[in-house]
């Protein structure tokens, strides 16, 4: 044998299997087909500016993210926990009560949050925020919409607010997706204050793989996995490796072409990112769109950010940079660079002729598609030396990723001892 365990796939998932197991003091090698770490937390460095493959957060109140990253480490610049919701008279910040004191009169009187909302939210997610974050397991699930519009959260805080959000971190403006997932990210939501690393969010995986004995093997895809009377066999480009054990740790689109398991559904968006002439004035917040009748936005972009307000050193010093969002579920998900501008010029009611597009990533499978039942898959074998890891076995998000990848581990560990 080669070694005790090929994780493939050096994503959050696979980083975290191999550093568990190889804390439990077994051999890994990890085969990564990319030319670095990461998976979908990547980060490209275009003339001093940070831009992260698809724009994302790292929540440090994820209980995976506590206890096994070293968050100091990473320098998070904070966002702040609210949004600012343009409509068409103008921008209101809604922010948490808590977390923002100073705007708690503002947000509670304003016209986006009515009481009758406050209460049918605190219904929705108050038994989530008191129960163990297990507990959805057991509880019954339907679709984001259907139980929204049970509870009775049917008012202007949902038009306005929360479905254009949830729509932007989902990657999914149908509101299909299983409520007990997003009642989930919302607790997080409710309990951290999400941030970006100061080296982008890649220095997430880059610090992981920073503490395993051996490098990844960079540019080396996995074309076949076997299993053998003894283990397991994987070819790659540059020969064979032997294992008693492979955790294929892939991404969803991925899975189907190693284990003969199916390939889950996926949804997609597209970042923009533009160097702006001046700083946004809507500071540390996310910036919803809200403008089209009935709520919702009025063009193809669902959310901003003036990432350098958060983030300074996601840009040269003096520099500004702008992050877009649209969706590809949607129509204009692949709205011409022109049609995003323009957009952005009535969000942030400022001409933006003059704003570069620095890069724009089209990201097809963002997060997977996740519809109700929520289902934790903790059956992670697909043969007798093969186990399966990703967010797609938990949920779609950094938490579930590092879940799966540590609970693949753990399964790995206990045959290799038995
Ligand atoms: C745009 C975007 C925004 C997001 N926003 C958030 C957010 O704000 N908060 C949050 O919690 N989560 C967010 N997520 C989700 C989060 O990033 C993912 O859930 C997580 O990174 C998935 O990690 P993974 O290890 O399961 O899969 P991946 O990151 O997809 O890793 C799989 C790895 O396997 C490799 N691979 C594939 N095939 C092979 C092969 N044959 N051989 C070797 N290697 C192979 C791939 O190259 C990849 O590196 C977002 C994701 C995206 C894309």
Partial sequence: MDTDVIVIGAGLAGLQCARRLQRNGHSVSVLEAEDAVGGRVRTDHINGFRCDRGFQVLNPAYPAVRDWINVPGLKLQKFGVGAAVNTAEGTSIVAHPLRHPGLALSTLNSKHVPASDVRALVRWIGPTMLRAASAWRAAEDQTLSASLDQTGLTGRLRRDVLDT???????????GKSANYVRLLVRWFALGVPG???????????????????????????????????????????????????????????????????????????????????????????????????????????????????????????EHLVQATTLLDRP?????????????????????????????????????????????RRAQWVGEHTLVAGDHRHTGSIQGALVSGDRAALAAAELLAS
């Fill in 196 to 318: 970006l690393p100061q080296k982008g969010m890649q220095a997430l995986p880059e610090q992981m793989a920073a503490s395993l004995a051996d490098p990844v093997l960079l540019n080396t895809p996995a074309l076949r996995v076997e299993e053998t009377s003894g283990g397991v066999r994987v070819t790659t480009e540059h020969g064979v490796l032997r294992a008693r054990l492979a955790v294929v740790a892939v991404d969803p689109q991925h899975l189907a072409d190693l284990t003969d398991e199916p390939s889950p559904e996926t949804n997609g968006l597209t970042t923009w990112w533009f160097r702006a002439t001046e700083a946004p004035r809507t500071g540390r917040f996310l910036v919803l769109d809200a403008a089209r009748d009935g709520g919702g936005p009025a063009g193809p972009v669902w959310n901003t950010a003036a990432i350098t307000e958060v983030a300074p050193s996601y840009a040269p010093p003096g």
């Fill in 332 to 376: 204009d998900g692949l709205a011409e660079e022109a049609v995003v501008r323009r957009d952005l010029e009535r969000l942030y009611r400022t001409p933006t002729q003059d704003w570069e597009l620095i890069t724009h990533h089209v990201v097809p499978h963002a997060l997977p598609a996740q519809p109700p039942p929520l289902v934790d």
């Fill in 165 to 175: 959000f949830l729509a932007g971190v989902l990657a999914d403006s149908s509101g």
